[in-house]
């Protein structure tokens, strides 16, 4: 590729944090080169045709004078060839869709910010069964008889409460109680269990087509003899959704044109009967587009659960370029919920637990929320200290969080704003509308720094107002009376630049109203 298009990488080793970087290593059957806009995602699904002296010859990646080369190695010694050599290969050009107009508003509705129905992805109770009351078996996307008239109630009575449930579906698993295994167990590798506990599930990776015929099925058949389910429900969350490396007939796959099937067909059809239905897909570090093309969100983050345990916190994990590469979204053409690890990470200790709930944990989450807020990226307000994400959230309603505002990263916006610093790691976006602008500073260093922001407002189609306002600050006073006292003016006034005190490992929001005259 051009060096102007292959800026970022993604898929190569998760030790690789989205730079460009000569690099040699194993086989990664997903990687994706290209820059914020656009890109190539290549994939294979085996290696049994790879013969290498060196597993780490496969793949190599050379930063040349004006061009980045990918080069993948299938032999690199003598092979003798008794039958044949077949190798499937795939690329995928990105953004594989448009990006959607109304997704700012889900995240207002994910959280549950200014009265919005309030996303529940994990009602795993939508298909239990009998007198069991806990979560429904994993892989059996059925509504028990029993319990049916139960089940409606409580979606009804929590849509009443401000929820709106989602179906949980568990793709990497079939309950093993399942009735269908009378008759396909065998085809499957699976054995039929009559006394089945509904969380005993067996794990499965949809080689078989009869097996993806099933499930696809299934479920349509669930919402077809139950249209009060797909009628009271937000979507279908899809649960550990991504495709893995597995052992069949006697070959080392990679189950990405299995996931591509039925991911396929599945949205298709759903979309189809039930247009309104979202679909997430949450497949940490995962960015398979050839399956993510047939989604309408991504949910990820869950992947770096053991990387934060140690600091608790992501300073050392999340870069810029890496942000870019892996999480923004739009250069993929789907956009990206983020769901934090912080206290998970910490999860049976509870001196690190107080942590996280502490002063703290609120500077991690505030690092974190920053690092999202200035890529544009949905954050999830879960295992994190909570207030500031909700405060991020009201002051996003209050500016105004919908098809009518416009992103422009720091990447690309100095025709907008001029941002001034003497540290790399503080960067500046901005976020339009009509009559409006918010202003998103983040410092991804270790020190304080300052920033000097000379925006062009004729650019920006305003006036130049008389000051700013800090808005997440303002937000997190008014969730705390006592705060107010400890915080700074909340209003920045405006001359011929804007200068700005951005702390370590955190960010600073400001923005005007002022239309122009």
């Not at 969350?237 to 189950?255: F, H, K, P, T, V």
């Not at 979204?329 to 919920?337: F, L, S």
């Amino acid at each position: 590729m051009k060096e102007e298009i292959a800026t970022l990488v993604q898929g190569l080793s998760p030790s690789i944090d989205g730079t460009i970087k000569n690099f040699k290593g194993v086989i990664s059957p997903v990687i994706w080169l290209g820059n914020e806009e656009v890109g190539l995602q290549w994939y294979t699904d085996n290696q049994k045709y790879w013969h290498l002296t060196d597993k780490n010859n496969a793949i190599s990646l050379d930063k040349k004078q004006n061009e980045v080369v990918l080069k993948i190695t299938f032999i690199d010694k003598p092979v003798k060839v008794k039958d044949q050599l077949c190798y499937t290969l795939g690329l995928v050009a990105t953004p594989c869709k448009p990006f959607p107009a109304d997704f700012r508003q889900w995240e207002l509705k994910l959280n549950g910010i200014n009265g919005q129905p309030k996303w529940q992805f994990m009602w795993g109770q939508w298909n239990r069964q009998g007198d069991y009351s806990g979560h429904g078996p994993y892989g059996y996307n059925v509504v028990g008889e029993s319990v049916k008239k139960d089940i409606e109630k409580e979606l009804s009575a929590t849509s009443a409460q401000g929820k709106l449930f989602w179906l949980y579906w568990h793709s990497a698993a079939i309950w093993k109680g399942d009735p269908v295994l009378k008759i396909f167990g065998s085809e499957w590798g699976f054995e039929y269990s009559a006394s089945a506990n509904p969380l005993t599930s067996w794990r499965t990776f949809f080689n078989a087509p009869s097996q993806r015929d099933y499930i696809i099925w299934r479920f349509w058949k669930t919402l077809q003899e139950n249209p009060w389910l797909g009628q009271g429900v937000g979507g279908v969350y899809i649960d550990c959704a991504q495709a893995c490396w597995n052992d069949y007939e006697g070959e080392r796959l990679y189950e990405i044109l299995n996931r591509r099937d039925m991911q396929k067909r599945f949205y298709l059809g759903l979309k189809k009967d039930w247009p309104k239905l979202l679909v997430c897909n949450h497949q940490s570090y995962c960015v398979h587009m050839s399956q993510l093309s047939f989604s309408d969100i991504h949910l990820t983050g869950e992947h770096l659960t053991g990387e934060i345990a140690r600091d608790m916190n992501y300073f050392k994990i999340l870069t810029l370029d890496g942000m870019r590469a892996e999480y923004i979204g739009k250069n993929y053409g789907i956009p990206v919920i983020f769901l934090p690890q912080l206290l998970r990470s910490v999860a049976g200790d509870p001196q690190k637990e107080a942590i996280v709930n502490g002063p703290q944990g609120k500077a991690f989450t505030e690092h974190l929320l920053g690092m999202l807020w200035v890529h544009d990226v949905i954050p999830y307000n879960a295992y994190v200290y909570p207030g500031p994400i909700v405060w991020a959230g009201k002051a996003k309603a209050e500016f105004g969080w919908d098809k009518d505002t416009a992103f422009s990263g720091y990447w690309e916006n100095s025709s907008l704003v001029q941002s001034q610093t003497d540290n790399s790691l503080v960067v500046t976006s901005v976020f339009t509308r009509p009559h409006k602008v918010m202003f998103v500073v983040m410092n991804n260093s270790d020190k304080d720094g300052f920033v000097i922001l000379k925006p062009d407002w004729n650019k920006l189609n305003l006036s130049r107002p008389d000051y700013l306002t800090d808005v997440y600050a303002r937000q997190e006073c008014l969730a705390d009376k006592d705060k107010c006292a400890e915080t700074a003016d909340l209003k920045i006034k405006v001359e011929d630049h804007i200068k700005l005190l951005v702390k370590a490992r955190n960010f600073r929001v400001v923005a005007a109203d002022s239309e122009k005259k």
